[in-house]
């Protein structure tokens, strides 16, 4: 089984629209959790960190269920600029240092 | 803004040759992490170097594959007598200090290709 699962989608939605991702992760010791974007050939760039109580950035809340055991993320009022590949991210030993990433969920805001 | 540099953007070996991939940390940051993503795949990290020290190697294949990050200059991620499969886009990712809570920043990579 994967450390990170998400769904690759794509999800193709209208501008304005609201649009949610989930991701699951198998390590229940995975400490933390992120969301990154990355475009096309490029680098990945941190969107937010995601935290026990759930956070909100803008446009962007992110969730946290331990329980479960996903995250997702909420994007509010679509843009265009916010076509990327959306990946989840857990950082899954204790004290390590290195993420596990997701494949990513592609989500493409047509006008 | 000085952000995590990585040389050469692209770069095009023959196989049998050897690949040298280059990653400058950002300011301040003295933990280096490459990674390697593979066509339509997700990240896959690879090690997790401090100066002069590999912490964790556990993602590097046991062969062919070598990275190092000296007191002075760059880390150095290094493919010897690259093969087809080693073709993929390799990011560097740096922290300023070690922690599980800690997000890293990517560099722009280097996509390698292998005729």
């Known amino acids: 089984r994967k450390e990170v699962e998400q769904d690759p989608g794509p999800f193709n939605v209208p501008e304005g629209a609201t649009v949610a991702f989930n991701c699951t992760y198998s390590?229940?010791?995975?400490?933390?959790f992120f969301w990154y974007r990355q475009d096309c050939r490029k680098e990945p760039k941190l969107l937010m960190s995601?935290?026990?109580s759930g956070n909100e950035d803008g446009r962007f809340t992110a969730q946290l269920n331990r329980a479960s055991q996903y995250i997702s993320l909420l994007i509010r009022d679509s843009k265009l600029s916010d076509s990327a590949t959306y990946l989840c991210?857990?950082?899954?030993?204790?004290?390590?240092?290195?993420?596990?990433f997701g494949t990513g969920t592609r989500l493409t805001v047509i006008p | 803004n000085a952000g995590v540099m990585q040389n050469p953007r692209h770069l095009v070996r023959r196989r049998g040759q050897e690949a040298r991939l280059r990653c400058s940390p950002m300011?301040?940051?003295?933990?280096v992490y490459w990674y390697r993503q593979l066509p339509e795949e997700g990240l896959k990290f690879m090690v997790y170097?401090?100066?002069?020290?590999?912490?964790?190697e556990s993602g590097m294949p046991k062969e062919r594959f070598s990275a190092e990050f000296p007191k002075e200059g760059p880390s150095i991620l290094r493919i010897q007598q690259v093969v087809r499969g080693d073709s993929a886009a390799y990011f560097c990712?740096?922290?300023?200090?070690?922690?599980?809570?800690?997000?890293?920043?990517f560099g722009d990579g280097t996509r390698l290709s292998i005729l």
């Open positions: 990712a740096s922290s300023p200090r070690q922690g599980g809570d800690q997000p890293q920043h």
């Open positions: 390590n229940s010791a995975s400490q933390s």
């Open positions: 995601v935290y026990s």
């Open positions: 991210v857990v950082n899954v030993r204790t004290g390590a240092n290195n993420l596990f």
């Open positions: 300011k301040g940051h003295s933990h």
């Open positions: 170097l401090q100066k002069e020290n590999i912490i964790d």
